[in-house]
């Protein structure tokens, strides 16, 4: 059975950064696409980042383009978050998700397995 376990969240002051890490046990999956999605207070879950199976490609929300980056490791069966500049709007929680196919997508029904999330708070 396919597992996802999201760690790295936390209370951060607006400006700072945090490094949010997934962890993929059960099966390997490498050349699996892996996203990043977010539900804020009151939201809907929204898209964030997404990386292909290989790593060569990756597409970011707007809202976070240039200031967060997603990275992966197949050697180690992680993907990681990197969040800088963090806004109020930030605040939410986030979750990893894998999907079957290669190519790196925002939507979220092409991802098969979802990580139970972490709570990322972001102080004015």
């Known amino acids: 059975q396919v597992q996802l376990a999201e760690s790295g969240g936390g209370l951060v002051q607006a400006g700072g950064s945090l490094r949010l890490s997934c962890t993929v046990s059960?099966?390997?999956?490498?050349?699996?696409?892996m996203g990043w999605f977010r539900q804020g207070p009151g939201k809907e879950r929204e898209f964030v980042a997404t990386?292909?199976?290989?790593?060569?490609?990756?597409y970011y929300a707007d809202s976070v383009k240039g200031r967060f980056t997603i990275s992966r490791d197949n050697r180690k069966n992680t993907v990681a978050l990197q969040m800088n500049s963090l806004e109020p709007e930030d605040t939410a929680v986030y979750y990893c998700?894998?999907?079957?196919?290669?190519?790196?997508?925002?939507?979220?029904?092409?991802?098969?397995?979802w990580g139970q999330g972490t709570q990322v708070t972001v102080s004015s």
């Open positions: 990386i292909s199976g290989s790593g060569g490609s990756a």
């Open positions: 059960g099966r390997t999956f490498n050349w699996s696409v």
């Open positions: 998700a894998a999907g079957t196919l290669a190519r790196a997508t925002f939507l979220p029904e092409e991802y098969k397995h």
